[in-house]
């Protein structure tokens, strides 16, 4: 057990970029809006919450530099997805190769330097019990509000009635529309809030994972929240699982490559990849049984007012 | 006075409006980039000269331009043919590195002398591993409504490990002092280059395959089937058409005629198989389809773009020390402009005067 503490923390702290990233896309895509473009926006939050941290001092303000900068590369997205009706898969791809070379440019002159960033603060009292508290509650600060956020946006998305909302026009934005609501407004804010939340996810990354900016850092992380999703179910709160076992993938593949055995690293490198895949399959079978799993049914499907039949 | 915004909905485009919208929007969207470079503090002009004048000011830019353009034509008509039954297959760089696995596989365990021999291995065991690949996502999908955009996406990821795994392991060169590549293909096993350049044999293969793309979805049973699925799914299916099989045997091709991509360019180009060796010509790809309106020989013209793009990017590397990935700020403005002009392919817009009352 001893052994597995720090592996299992090393998995929250890697797994926190996933986090955010994905917790946006489950607010994007319940909406009925999908965005592929979460590694681009990733990249641009880690760049931008990194040099506004350079620039002040204050990885706050990083923070909120980031999620702005999130927010406004995925108007485009909106624009694109629910104002004109373009196809979003495209959309998607093009947000992030533009974030992926957006960030490459900006980011050239920031490569070499550092930030103190956040750092570790452990929670009085709970970081005193045993395992759980080294594992969870040893932290800094974003870990801790990662947590929050899940739980809040799975009280706000099932308890709520601006949730109730969210998933109606996910479903069903016609039925948005009759009560009296825009279900172009809805999805424009949550294909921002989403975007904001991850690049939020990438400014953790040049904040508090590694301190530093390098090109391309996000290294596939946005890929795999667009995945995510599907693992979770659409449910934050299954979304903390889902990413705390990608990031212990992570941080266990650093671990078998630093104790110098002989398991090829390629090997362990598609393991996140042919997990999600597995987990897909698993989904899918089960929603062609009849299963209802949260899928949003209108998901990826441009709304037109004028054009409702 | 005021006036209203009315929309109408467009059924029919004319060949002038085919011809104008793709160029106008690309032009719009390197003015985006433009104003998107100087916010970066680049130059725009500085840039779009520097890369147009190291693609296309001279002899060798222009050869390694068309080097370029054979992989993204190859790869372009792989995606464009799932695209045309609204297959999404975001795997053709997966597919690719499978392709170059396996051209490397063969030439490693089967080699010949016998050049038209090898060329003939090389191609079938690409085409065998591309099409593997694409047929693990277009059988889920087929069985078990898997959504394909996700498979194929995770696979690229998968395929390029996978090539990692041989590079860095057992077949790594090991008169290469430490560096991760196989070592250099017998000369039985390299594609003719033409002209004194780079340009290789995969020219060939590339105007055949938009050819035959052409002539399969126009003029034969299965092509019209393609169309017909891609055009209405359920209408397909309550026609007879099987949708399954389709979907299987699309992504076969599909990924067989991008891992093709793959062994023209290890056998064409480098001769060996290393890490990366893929600037990303699968995602390109897709732009390229897209763009293309999965027209073969606007495939062609949209390829040779995105190939004085890559070019030029290596330029802008080499003469202004920028990282290559700015290209990709390019290329997803283009996207963006595209799509955006879809608007007008789909509407027409009407300003009308209220009437005040």
């Known amino acids: 057990m001893e052994v597995l503490i720090p592996i299992l923390a090393a998995a929250v702290r890697s797994g926190t970029p996933i986090l955010y990233a994905t917790l946006g896309e489950i607010l994007t895509e319940r909406s009925g809006v999908q965005n592929l473009g979460l590694e681009g926006l990733m990249l641009m939050g880690a760049f931008m919450g990194f040099s506004v941290t350079h620039a002040t001092g204050n990885p706050w303000l990083g923070v909120v530099a980031a999620f702005v900068k999130g927010a406004a590369i995925s108007l485009v997205h909106a624009f694109l997805s629910v104002s004109i009706g373009a196809n979003q898969v495209v959309s998607g791809l093009a947000v992030a190769m533009f974030g992926t070379g957006a960030s490459a440019l900006l980011g050239r002159k920031m490569v070499g330097l550092t930030v103190t960033g956040f750092g570790k603060i452990p929670v009085p009292v709970l970081s005193g019990i045993p395992v759980i508290g080294p594992v969870f509650f040893d932290h800094d600060p974003l870990v801790y509000i990662s947590y929050g956020l899940a739980f809040f946006l799975y009280w706000f998305i099932f308890h709520t009635r601006p949730g109730l909302n969210l998933r109606a026009v996910g479903e069903s934005p016609i039925v948005v529309d009759a009560m009296g609501l825009s279900a172009a407004r809805l999805r424009y804010v949550y294909t921002l809030v989403g975007g904001g939340l991850a690049a939020v996810g990438g400014s953790y990354l040049s904040l508090a994972y590694t301190k530093m900016w390098s090109e391309g850092m996000s290294a596939g992380r946005g890929w795999i929240a667009v995945a995510l999703v599907i693992f979770a179910l659409w449910n934050p709160v299954r979304a903390i699982l889902g990413s705390y076992l990608f990031g212990g993938v992570g941080a266990m593949q650093l671990r078998i490559q630093a104790a110098g055995t002989s398991f090829p690293a390629p090997i362990l490198m598609m393991m996140p990849y042919i997990f999600t895949i597995l987990v897909l399959l698993v989904i899918s079978v089960k929603k062609g049984k009849g299963i209802l799993l949260g899928s949003p049914g209108a998901l990826g499907v441009p709304y037109s007012r004028e054009e409702r039949t | ?357």
């Open chain 2, 1 to 357: 006075m005021k006036y209203r915004v009315v929309l109408r909905r467009r059924f029919k485009t004319g060949l002038l409006f085919e011809g104008v919208l793709p160029v106008l929007s690309v032009a719009v969207a390197l003015v985006f980039a433009g104003g998107a470079l100087s916010i970066f503090g680049v130059s725009p002009v500085a840039t779009y000269r520097a890369m147009f004048r190291g693609a296309l000011g001279s002899g060798y830019g222009l050869s390694e331009v068309v080097v370029k353009t054979i992989p993204l034509v190859i790869s372009g008509i792989a995606v464009a043919l799932a695209f045309r039954m609204k297959i999404w297959n975001i795997g053709a760089e997966g597919q690719i590195y499978l392709g170059a696995l396996a051209t490397a596989a063969v030439v490693r365990y089967f080699p010949s002398g016998n050049q038209a021999v090898m060329l003939l291995t090389m191609t079938a065991g690409a085409a065998l591993a591309g099409g593997a690949w694409g047929y693990a996502a277009g059988f889920m999908k087929s069985r078990w409504n898997v959504n394909e955009v996700i498979t194929t996406l995770m696979l690229n990821y998968i395929g390029l490990h996978l090539a990692d795994y041989f590079i860095y392991g057992s077949w790594r060169d090991p008169s290469s002092l430490g560096f991760p590549m196989t070592p250099p293909f017998p000369p039985s096993a390299r594609l003719p280059q033409f002209f004194g350049t780079r340009v290789h044999l995969g020219i060939i293969a590339a105007v055949i395959l938009v050819l035959v793309f052409r002539l399969v979805i126009r003029w034969t049973r299965w092509g019209f089937e393609i169309r017909a699925i891609g055009d209405n799914p359920r209408a397909a299916v309550y026609s007879g058409i099987p949708y399954g099989r389709n979907v299987e045997l699309v992504l076969f091709i599909s990924g067989a005629i991008a891992g093709l991509a793959g062994m023209t360019e290890i056998a064409g180009l480098q001769g060996r198989l290393q890490p990366g060796f893929s600037p990303g010509y699968g995602y390109t790809a897709i732009i390229v389809a897209w763009l293309a309106r999965l027209n073969p020989w606007a495939i062609l013209v949209v390829s040779f773009f995105m190939g004085v793009l890559l070019v030029g990017g290596e330029t802008i590397q080499v003469i202004m020390r920028l990282p290559l990935a700015s290209v990709q700020v390019i290329q997803g403005c283009i996207l963006f402009s595209v799509l955006g002009f879809e608007f007008f392919r789909n509407y027409r817009v009407f300003l009308v005067r209220k009437e005040s009352g």
